[in-house]
Structure formats: structure tokens, C-alpha cells
């Protein structure tokens, strides 16, 4: 008897057994399981939490989490994960959320990169995660949100940024590198400005800025005019490989 | 969420019954079988929208299961004396016979019984289960042909059975 002719024997036997098995049900309901992932989470976050501390470096990455007169706009969430196709968004049990834009996807062709993100992402799930997340956001395709003037703070709420020199080798490069909101340092009345633009001179740009909630105008900007509108944006280029 | 939810909802119902059997062959212990089932899926649920789209979530649930077992063996072998491991009741024994087989395997070291279990309770072939194991091909081919030399040492009464229907 070759090994594909005792495979096929025992599989005969084997499914035979286990079909057998009809008085054997898991009678957990799905509620427990549910439970169970809560707990291993919180065990998650607290260990993470404790091995911040030890280190000393809690929050090294230049949010002002303590910053004095934030609007406490942040809410308690458990930590999480949202991924879609266009970006994945992590929640922290720090109040934290940081957010990866997937520019090169495993969806994408091999050597491309997603050209036409304001098309793509879906800028109305981007926007209610950011909210779940305790992070007041309008997420625009095509257009930039601004306030005039802008909002002091924006640097005390965007950051932490991945350095792709840092990544081990063998390790899939991520980029843009992911970015940190920290929702407890959004001042009171404002609210995070994202607008996904359109494609230009091969780039495809992704602006960020910080807005007054009642009081700023959505205009038409394209990859090259944003400089001038927006405190901070990330680009790359389109129909390449990983910049 | 609420459809992730529901996605996931639908997956527990349906896989549930058939991973803990097949755990539960491969184990042996009722008890323990419900545990390793749960804590599975409890972690597909966890990573669940990156599960969704895994093309054959029930074997990742039931390679996970065993993989928890091996850490819970070991932490036990640390924990216990052995006469209490010895003594350890509750275990499950099929009374058909098929009894020699499922005990060999369950005697098997914990790569070969994921690549048996794969191969023989999913029909996945030697590719997908190199990915799901995260080893090569080769790797796949190597722990097979041990497992079933060991296994042929082990049951020849089996072997001759089965030849002999």
C-alpha cells in the first residue's frame, strides 16, 4: 500500500469515526466565544499596558496625550481592528487609533500600487470607524475641508509614524507608514479634515488637517494645490511599484 | 460589525460540531476537545476580518485547536506530576476498529498529526497544507512520509484489515 492509497484508508476511516461522533455537539453558544474574545483582549491590553510602563516608553511617539484643555472628544472603546480593501484601522486601549491607508495591497497587481483611492476608499466607512474610534473626522473624496483660520493643536493629534526603515527585513513594507490619531488631544469644536484627492502628475496624495466643526469650507483641490490648504499630507506614486 | 458579526455567527453554527469531532478524534479527551474548539474559535473570531476570507476557515480552526493543545501539554508536563498526568481521566476511546489508528495518531508528534489531520479530515492537498502550516512543501512531504511510516510500524493489523475488505 503506496501513501496515497493509505490516505485514501485512513480517510475512510477517520471522516467514518468522526461522523460517527452525532451525539458530540460544542454547546457553547456563540455569546461565549464572543466573551472569551473580550477577556483575551482585556488580558492583551493590560499586558501591553504593563510592558509600556516597564519600558518607559509610553507614548514615545510625541502625542500629547496629558496635553492640558483637549475636548475629551475620545470615548472608551475596546481595542479592535476594522480592514477593508482600501485601509485598516486599529484602536488602542490607550485611546489611541492608528490608521494604515493600503496603497499596496495584496489585491493590487504585483509591482502596482492602488491608483484612484478617491474612487476606491470608502470615504463614508472611513469617516464612522474614525467615529467609533472617538475620532471626530470628515472624510472627503476629491475635495480638502479647511478652516480659516486653522485650528491650533493638529500636531498634538496626528503622529506616530512608522519609520519603513525600521521594518525588520522579510517583512512586508507597509506604506504609507501608518499614522497615529490620539483623539483625547482633539481641541473642543474641531474635528479631523481627511480628503482622499484625485490623482495628479502620477501622484495620489491623501491630505489631514484640523478643522473648526461649524465653521469651514469644502473646496476642489487637487494633488498639487494641497500644499497650500493642508498642514500635512502623504503621497505616492501611482501605477509603480512600493514608493 | 453587526455583518461581521453575523458572518461569524453563521460559520460557528455551521463548523462547530464537525471541528470538535474532528478535534475530539484527534485528542481524545471530550473535555479538553470543547476547550481547544472554543479557544479556536475564539481566536478566528478575534481576527475575524482577516479569517472571512480564509479558503478553508474549519481547517484553521482545527490546526488551531491542536496548536493550543501543544502549548497546553506543555505548560501541563511542567505543571503536573507525572502520575497525576497518568491518572488523568475522561479520556475518549472509539470501540470500533478503528481504536489503533486514532490512538496512533493521537501518539504522533504534533506536526505530523497537523499534516495527517489536514490531509486525511480536509483532503487538502500538499500545497494548501504547507500554507496553512506556514512550512514548504518539502517540509509537508518530509512529516507525511514519517507519519505514515510510523503509522504502518504502529497498525499493521489496521493495514491488513483494510487491504483484506
Redesign the interface.
Known amino acids: ?1 503506496n ?1 496515497d492509497e ?2 485514501s ?3 475512510s ?9 452525532t451525539d ?5 453558544p ?1 455569546s ?3 466573551a ?2 473580550r477577556d ?2 482585556l488580558r492583551r491590553g493590560l499586558a501591553g499596558l504593563a510592558g509600556v510602563a516597564t519600558a518607559g516608553l509610553a507614548l514615545s511617539l510625541g502625542l500629547a496625550l496629558a496635553a492640558g484643555g483637549s475636548s475629551g472628544a475620545s470615548r472608551a472603546k475596546a481595542p479592535g ?3 477593508t480593501a482600501s485601509f485598516t484601522l486599529v484602536s488602542h486601549h490607550n485611546g489611541t487609533a492608528t490608521l494604515t491607508i493600503n496603497t499596496c495591497s495584496t489585491a493590487s497587481p504585483p509591482g502596482m500600487c492602488m491608483s484612484n483611492l478617491d474612487v476606491l476608499l470608502d470615504t463614508t466607512a472611513l469617516q464612522n470607524d474614525l467615529q467609533q474610534d472617538g475620532i471626530p473626522a470628515l472624510v472627503t473624496s476629491g475635495n480638502f475641508c479647511s478652516s480659516d483660520p486653522a485650528p491650533a493643536g493638529f500636531w498634538q493629534v496626528v503622529g506616530g509614524i512608522t519609520d519603513p526603515k525600521n521594518i525588520p527585513k522579510g517583512q512586508a513594507v507597509a506604506f504609507p507608514p501608518t499614522i497615529t490619531f490620539n483623539p483625547a488631544a482633539i481641541p473642543a469644536g474641531t474635528e479631523l479634515s481627511i480628503g482622499v484627492l484625485p490623482p495628479s502628475s502620477g501622484r495620489q496624495v491623501v491630505a489631514f488637517g484640523l478643522i473648526d466643526a461649524n465653521s469651514h469650507t469644502c473646496t476642489s483641490t487637487t494633488a498639487d494645490q494641497v500644499a497650500a490648504v493642508a498642514p500635512w499630507s502623504i503621497d505616492w506614486g501611482v501605477g509603480q511599484g512600493a514608493p | ?1 453587526e455583518q461581521q ?1 453575523r458572518e ?2 453563521e460559520f ?2 455551521a463548523a ?7 478535534v ?2 484527534s485528542v481524545g479527551d ?1 473535555h479538553l476537545a ?1 476547550d481547544l ?3 479556536a ?3 478566528a ?2 481576527s475575524w ?2 479569517m472571512r476570507n480564509h479558503p478553508v476557515p474549519r481547517a484553521w480552526v482545527v490546526r488551531t485547536a491542536l496548536n493550543v493543545h501543544v502549548s497546553w501539554w506543555r505548560r501541563r508536563r511542567r505543571e503536573l506530576p507525572v502520575e497525576t498526568i497518568a491518572s488523568s481521566p475522561a479520556t475518549w476511546q ?1 470501540d ?1 476498529v ?1 481504536d489503533a ?2 490512538s496512533a ?1 493521537r501518539a504522533l508528534p504534533a506536526r505530523q498529526r497537523e499534516v ?1 489531520v489536514l ?3 480536509f ?1 487538502l492537498d500538499t500545497e494548501a497544507t504547507a500554507a496553512l502550516l506556514g512550512i514548504s512543501t518539502g517540509t509537508v512531504g518530509v512529516h ?2 514519517r507519519a ?1 511510516g510510523t ?2 510500524t504502529q497498525i499493521p493489523s ?2 491488513d484489515q ?2 483484506a475488505r
Open positions: 500500500m501513501d493509505m490516505l484508508t485512513m480517510r476511516s477517520l471522516t467514518g469515526i468522526a461522523e460517527s461522533l458530540v455537539h460544542l454547546e457553547q456563540v461565549t466565544i464572543h472569551r474574545a483575551h483582549r481592528s476594522i480592514r | 460589525v458579526r461569524f455567527s460557528y453554527a462547530k460540531d464537525d471541528c470538535l469531532r474532528i475530539l478524534v471530550r470543547e474548539v472554543a479557544e474559535f475564539t481566536r473570531w478575534m476580518p482577516k472509539p470500533s478503528n489508528l486514532a495518531i495527517i490531509r486525511v479530515f483532503d507525511l512520509h505514515l503509522l504502518r489496521f493495514l483494510e487491504v
